[in-house]
């Protein structure tokens, strides 16, 4: 038997075109347009092995430097005859996949360092902030370039390598967040009642810092995705056969003039990515900090 809701739960025109109006008025246009190419980033990495029309390593050179919007080719094709939009597709895959992994493994060591410091002090906080202004004082592409160099490329090793950046940050940022949130007394109450030290910053702590690390790495997202396209385009990040964004800007500067595409496509990217990140960052800093409400 069918059931019949009464005609006052179903929104009508009026209440839907009130939502969007909302939504229009809370979420600015840019940040609207911000999140619509993120989300689509995000859908191009999953379903890349769907929609990629070519294998990355699929030659034709019959067909090497066509322009963009050749039969068969939406984007043109590189030096070597191969399909630039199914390199494309695979190089977000793949500099997303780096990013995402090296923003959430600094996150997690540098919150981690953070709370240490909060909770023991004396000689461990004064290590703690020292690591952290030896890492901030460090040229930390010279140092990636030597590290490659010297161990060679390899996607553990790049993803370990991108996750030492910008830890400090979270390290000081958490340090501080725990200290107050330690002085406001809830912490200190939940220690009285028995729960142990891993169980007060995990359980207490962590949930009411979060909204403040989201955002701090929202903003170290981007940086990562711009080191590592730097590594890629000195030829010390991803190797072929694989690729990524700045593996494809690298290998088209060769072509700039006589085929622009093949390295303004992963350049566009890039810049879209880096200032969508920037855009929705800055969004939910003004979202989810009281202090500037």
Not at 37 to 48: D, G, H
Request: aromatic letters at 10%; charged letters at 15%; proline letters at 5%.
């Amino acid at each position: 038997m069918a059931l019949i809701y009464p005609a006052a739960t179903r929104p009508n025109a009026r209440q839907r075109a009130g939502f969007l109006s909302s939504i229009r008025r809370n979420v600015p246009l840019s940040v609207g347009l911000g999140i619509l190419w993120l989300a689509a980033m995000v859908l191009v990495a999953i379903f890349a092995d769907r929609i990629r029309p070519y294998g990355i390593t699929q030659m034709d050179l019959t067909s090497r430097l066509s322009y963009p919007g050749t039969m068969g080719h939406l984007l043109g094709t590189d030096e070597l005859g191969r399909d630039v939009l199914s390199r494309l597709i695979q190089s977000i895959r793949l500099s997303l996949v780096i990013a995402f992994g090296a923003t959430l493994l600094s996150a997690v060591f540098g919150t981690a360092l953070g709370f240490a410091a909060a909770q023991f002090r004396g000689f461990v906080e004064h290590l703690v902030l020292a690591l952290a202004d030896f890492q901030a004082a460090l040229p930390f592409l010279i140092m990636s370039l030597a590290v490659l160099a010297f161990f060679g490329s390899s996607m553990v090793l790049l993803v370990c390598l991108m996750g030492f950046y910008g830890w400090e940050r979270y390290a000081r940022i958490a340090r501080g967040l725990a200290i107050s949130a330690g002085a406001q007394g809830y912490a200190a109450s939940v220690v009285q009642l028995g729960a142990t030290p891993a169980r007060v910053y995990l359980r207490h702590i962590l949930p009411n810092v979060a909204s403040t690390l989201i955002v701090s790495m929202t903003l170290t997202f981007p940086e990562i995705i711009l080191m590592e396209s730097g590594l890629s385009f000195l030829g010390l990040g991803v190797q072929p056969p694989e690729t990524s964004l700045g593996n494809m800007v690298g290998f088209g500067r060769e072509y700039l003039t006589r085929a622009p595409w093949i390295m303004l496509a992963p350049a566009l990217v890039i810049m879209l990515t880096t200032l969508s990140i920037s855009l929705v960052g800055d969004w939910l800093r003004d979202k989810l900090d009281p202090t500037v409400r």
